[in-house]
């Protein structure tokens, strides 16, 4: 055993006579004369350097200096501090340093706080120092540093490396004062190993909690990544990098990324060439993250995205191709580019699946209130029926009236909102860029509508905006749009035109206008053009204009049955009664033509034709969006001497060939079997003028002889 003491002794005076060694390798080279060399170095590259602490010595865990009180500013503003840190300890070399030169190989920041702000110019605080830095040289810098005994042919020299970094405790703050956001990484531990320039590939890893007064939750991200660098810095290899994003909320997402950012020299621009692939799952939280409220009519949405492609290009044009976006069950697949020119430009082109619009729109105002409104209703009437006898018919009709009239409209709803002034439209929002966009569906469900095959080419040149194509198969038909909008002046201005041919108008009313009370059925072919303007979303709709065309071979619509009220025109007329029979609750129409004007929230059906068995129908009327109300003036001519083969016979040749008045008046909610009527005031003069007929056919000239001779006498007794 003795000779395990006597090796224990030995090694134990070598390390004391090391230790002595670097003591007094420590004690005889202060390290504190090259504060002006440092600073003046600093200087070279546009920073302002201040060191208003000692530079010492450490001895663990690694010997090194020890920079305190560290302060970094662009050299233009020396007083606007960018960096700032307690203390920046800078490990050295041991065998260098036994040869008194002094070699950094590791760096460490602790609580480095690093302020970044951006003036209401767009410029950024740190746009001074980066410009410095990209004028002067990228090889490592070198300081001279003379020996304790001064010969001429000898000379020190600082050499800094990026062998080793390390962060701990950092905080990085942006302020934005055109935006007034406000962001902070606090907590910001960095340590990366290996990045010498052209060496091997080192390891870098990273974490932080972000925080911004547009963010309800702490943001916590994690880095970790492989990654080179080029010689001279001109590029940068990550294999791979790494970054994930959580919060409190639940709120979860990844990036990976691998690929290469490089140039061939500092005259050249940046060449990218990376594989992206991020994901954010589940997504909802993520917009509660934000501050947004997103309620939509499934809840079961907006739960997964995921975005790959491969990027290329360089700082002035990039590529994604492929591009593949995922959101919650739908995959989209296509190309994009991004262009940072003068004018910035998007090209988009992606083709999806099956997609349901509907399931990401807001609920409709019927589901959200329709509750509390139906249990309103019902406590209304459990009242009523306890308080209220039951009414006559008179009274009834009496009291819905009054219901109506105290019952207000959307049109009187939409006054009383018409009273805060309209937010006007951010058209300058929509200048300022390009874009062209063709987007394809397999399927689409919008407005309740199911669309096969939905296709939209769009053009965007700094605010003019130009829908090329629209179109989609639409219930066994065809949907072809196309207009433009013009957001470059003022006031904007915007058209469309287009139609739609041979539809299932029955499935276009049930998903767009569905009722229990009308039932419209058959194919139809619709064509519109119209136009706008205005500087609010609320006069876009004030100042439509637009002409709209509709024809059908054959509809049926139901509960109307005109036949029965032409029969019933017809007995009032000649005093007979209604055929006995079972009158269905339709009408079939044949070669339906249309013609509709439309002006802000009226709409004029300025002419309607139509064939109904051996009945012609014309007529005109008007439609009230606003009030949500109807009137048609219709006139039934009957062709023939029965109105069907069953239907009812008129032997009065001068009722044929003869438009008989028909009026078909109400509210929407209101429609029923007795909204079409006989008009009443028009039928009556027909009916004075058919006696008129019958009673000069039966007198003669003695009818007139009595007409002129009451007339003189009239003219006589107010003619004094």
């Not at 800078?90 to 030169?101: C, E, S, T």
């Not at 294999?239 to 959580?246: G, K, V």
């Not at 062209?436 to 080419?457: C, G, R, V």
Request: aromatic content about 4%.
């Amino acid at each position: 055993m003795a000779w395990i003491k006597r090796t224990f002794i030995a090694l134990l005076v070598v390390f004391l006579l090391l230790a002595g060694a670097v003591a007094w390798l420590l004690a005889g080279l202060d390290v504190n004369q090259y504060k002006p060399q440092l600073e003046k170095l600093a200087a070279k590259q546009g920073i302002s350097l201040q060191l208003e602490g000692d530079i010492g010595w450490q001895l663990w865990p690694k010997i090194g200096l020890q920079l305190n009180d560290v302060a970094l500013a662009p050299l233009q503003l020396p007083k606007e501090t960018l960096v700032r840190a307690d203390k920046i300890a800078v490990g050295v070399a041991l065998k260098p340093l036994l040869q008194r030169r002094v070699q950094a190989e590791e760096i460490v920041l602790v609580a480095p706080q690093i302020e970044l702000s951006v003036d209401k110019e767009g410029r950024g605080n740190w746009e001074l120092i980066s410009e410095a830095l990209e004028a002067q040289s990228k090889q490592p810098p070198k300081l001279e540093i003379p020996k304790e005994t001064e010969e001429p042919n000898q000379q020190q020299q600082v050499q800094l490396s990026l062998d080793k970094l390390r962060i701990e405790n950092g905080l990085i703050s942006y302020t934005d004062a055109r935006t007034d956001k406000a962001y902070k990484v606090e907590n910001l531990r960095v340590t990366a190993d290996n990045l010498v320039p052209g060496g091997e590939p080192g390891q870098l890893s990273a974490d932080a909690s972000v925080s911004g007064n547009d963010l309800r939750h702490p943001l916590n991200l994690k880095l970790d990544s492989t990654l080179a660098l080029d010689e001279g810095l001109n590029g940068l290899r990550l294999q791979p990098l790494q970054l994930t994003f959580s919060a409190d909320n639940n709120a979860k997402a990844s990036v990976h990324l691998r690929g290469y950012v490089r140039r061939d020299n500092s005259n050249q621009p940046w060449r990218v060439q990376m594989n992206l692939n991020a994901s954010a799952d589940p997504l909802r939280p993520w917009l509660e993250l934000t501050g947004t409220e997103v309620i939509t009519r499934d809840s079961a949405v907006l739960q997964k995205l995921n975005i790959e492609t491969s990027l290329e290009g360089t700082e002035q044009k990039l590529d994604l191709t492929p591009l593949q976006l995922q959101l919650d069950s739908t995959t989209f697949s296509g190309n994009a580019q991004l262009r940072n020119a003068e004018m910035p430009g998007l090209d988009l082109s992606l083709r999806g699946g099956a997609f349901n619009l509907d399931s990401y729109l807001p609920p409709s105002e019927e589901n959200q209130g329709g509750t509390t409104e139906q249990a309103a209703a019902s406590e209304t009437t459990a009242q009523d029926a306890k308080t209220v006898q039951t009414p006559t018919s008179a009274e009834t009709i009496s009291a819905q009236q009054a219901e109506k009239k105290a019952k207000p409209r959307a049109g009187e709803q939409q006054d009383t909102a018409q009273q805060v002034p309209a937010e006007p439209l951010p058209l300058s929002a929509l200048r300022g860029f390009t874009a062209n966009i063709n987007l394809a569906l397999d399927q689409l469900k919008a407005a309740d509508l199911q669309l096969d095959s939905p296709e939209i080419q769009l053009t965007v040149d700094n605010g003019l905006y130009q829908l090329q194509k629209l179109s989609a198969d639409i219930y066994g038909g065809q949907l072809n749009s196309n207009g433009q909008f013009n957001a470059r002046a003022q006031t904007a201005e915007g058209q469309a035109r287009g139609g739609l041919t041979d539809v299932d108008i029955g499935k276009v009313q049930k998903a767009l206008f569905p009722s229990e009370k009308v039932q419209v059925t058959g194919e139809a072919s619709v064509n519109w053009d119209g136009r706008t303007k205005g500087k609010t979303s609320e006069d876009l709709q004030k100042n439509l204009v637009a002409a709209v065309n509709v024809s059908s071979k054959e509809l049926s619509i139901a509960p109307f049955n005109l036949e029965k009220s032409m029969c019933q025109l017809f007995s009032y007329a000649e005093n007979t009664p209604l055929p006995d029979r079972n009158w269905p609750a339709q009408t079939g129409l044949q070669d339906v033509r249309a013609t509709i004007a439309v002006k802000g929230d009226e709409v004029k059906v300025t002419e309607i034709l139509a064939g109904i068995e051996n009945i012609a129908m014309t007529g005109d009327g008007e439609i009230d969006l606003q009030k949500q109300d109807f009137d048609f003036a219709l006139g039934l001519a009957l062709v023939g001497e029965s109105t069907s083969a069953d239907g009812c016979t008129v032997k009065n040749k001068r009722w044929r060939n003869r438009p008989l008045p028909l009026r078909c008046k109400g509210d929407f909610d209101d429609v029923g079997p007795g909204t079409c009527k006989p008009d009443s005031r028009r039928l009556d003069d027909l009916v004075r003028e058919e006696l008129k007929y019958k009673a000069k056919k039966k007198y003669g000239d003695k009818v007139e002889e009595k007409v002129d001779e009451l007339k003189e006498k009239l003219k006589n007794l107010f003619g004094r």
